[in-house]
């Protein structure tokens, strides 16, 4: 079966520029989870919903980033006014059921701000 | 495509040895810890998981032991091969399940893992 996806897969942008990011779940999965991986670090937690339910932002790193997931499936990270230190990997992931559950992650969206 | 390997600490093992990848946490609270491999231009992909309350899981070809007394966790890859290059990482949770907050994994720096023939 199809497994999370995300798009775009690279993505260049100007600094200042707003971006957005999507991710598909794995269909029937309630959670999902938003995770950035800068450059030979690991992942590093943003965000989490519960069906449409944001229930977790505490590592958003400021109020340019924002996420949603309006009708409990496909989820999108939105990044504003994109600055250089914003470049890294977004990993989206989803788990079946609550945050105990095995997480699958996608391919990542690799942003490089310019 | 680009390696998520620089500036990681790498391990280098002959194909059909045995690998130990160790990593240590910080978090006292943790009581569930899951490991990664992660591929070149590839989201982490589970590995094997382990509960607190349990200090050995064996799974195909792979252990994790914890030690919660030191903090520390390890994975053993038994007869290795080519295809387990990868990055690993181990990422640890504050509860099992949701509520309260600490609802993502906290992930550490990672491991190269490189196989040579």
């Known amino acids: 079966g199809a497994g999370v996806s995300q798009s775009p897969r690279y993505k260049v942008a100007k600094r200042g520029q707003d971006v957005a990011l999507r991710c598909d779940p794995i269909s029937g999965h309630v959670s999902l989870f938003w995770y950035q991986q800068a450059l030979g670090q690991g992942p590093e937690f943003l965000t989490y919903?519960?069906?449409?339910?944001?229930?977790?932002k505490s590592g958003l790193p400021s109020d340019r980033f924002f996420a949603e997931r309006p009708e409990g499936s496909v989820s999108t990270l939105k990044i504003q006014r994109t600055q250089q230190e914003d470049s890294a990997v977004y990993l989206c992931?989803?788990?079946?059921?609550?945050?105990?559950?095995?997480?699958?992650f996608g391919p990542g969206t690799r942003l490089t701000v310019l | 495509g680009e390696s998520v390997g620089l500036h990681l600490p790498t391990l280098s093992v002959q194909e059909g040895d045995n690998s130990i990848i160790n990593c240590a946490y910080s978090?006292?609270?943790?009581?569930?810890f899951i490991w990664y491999k992660q591929e070149s231009g590839k989201g982490p992909q589970f590995i094997i998981d382990i509960r607190s309350n349990m200090d050995k899981r064996q799974g195909q070809r792979v252990t994790v032991l914890l030690n919660k007394t030191v903090k520390h966790l390890s994975l053993q890859i038994a007869a290795t091969q080519p295809g387990d290059s990868a990055v690993y990482f181990c990422a640890e949770k504050e509860r099992m399940y949701s509520g309260g907050g600490a609802d993502g994994l906290t992930f550490g720096k990672g491991t190269h893992l490189i196989i040579q023939p």
């Open positions: 919903f519960q069906n449409e339910a944001q229930l977790d």
């Open positions: 978090n006292s609270a943790s009581d569930y």
């Open positions: 992931a989803s788990s079946l059921i609550g945050t105990g559950s095995e997480q699958f």
